[in-house]
């Protein structure tokens, strides 16, 4: 399988993953020392487990059937090392409503470590409004975002 | 020059070049389809154009003389790609008072272009509190976080 296909079933193999809300499958490609940037505070979750722990913190939060949306998906790879971004949401799978909050921007750093690829850094967020404070969601994109 | 040199030196290069107000500097190491996720709208800004003007937008807001703080600063290279990520503030260089937001999480994607390293992407923002949707600023940053 090309790095490009290794890469693609990772982030496949976490949608899965967090739909099931299978946390131990979620986790199987983290390395342990990843550094986690959410979109809600702490600011940083420094590890495998402060970021297993901001998803089970969210999974009472998220609706029963869970669906996931990707859009604009963009990888680079070279040598032993992946960057990827996208625009990505949550959904309910049976309404196809937005859950949480809409639209977010994902920044993911894959490593190759002993032959596999795992997650180094993953980064989430929402833009703010500067004058308000107040975090700008997005629940529809148009072409134009 | 190490890889790792070479990257220390764009970063240090980025920080001259904005405190100096220089934009044409500044620019001189991004991908023109440099792919930018800012702490404020819109959601992305797509291409080296967009990334300079958002620049320009921000130069009025910030302090005459300018200075810029980095955090645990992380850099992973393999082969032609290198992924940062850090804690950074803008600064008030004569009063030493924050700027702007804050602490601000950073991530930079760097891939070799012809010999040269250039920025593909950019993340930079500030989570938000998930019960008052507003902005979760640090200004002093502790151990804990």
Redesign the interface.
Known sequence: MSDQAQIQKLIDDWRDALCARDLDRLMQNYAPDV?F????????HQGAAAYRASWEAMLPYLPPQLGSELREV?I????????M?C?QRLINAETKEAAT?G?V?V?V?Y??QQGNWRV??E?V??????VT??????HE?TA??
């Open positions: 550094l940037f959410d979109a809600v505070p702490p600011y940083q963009d680079t790879i070279s040598g032993d090392l992946a960057l971004h625009l909050c639209w921007r920044t750093g490593h190759r180094i850094h980064h967020s929402v833009p703010f409004d500067p404070t107040q975090a700008a969601f997005i994109l134009a975002e």
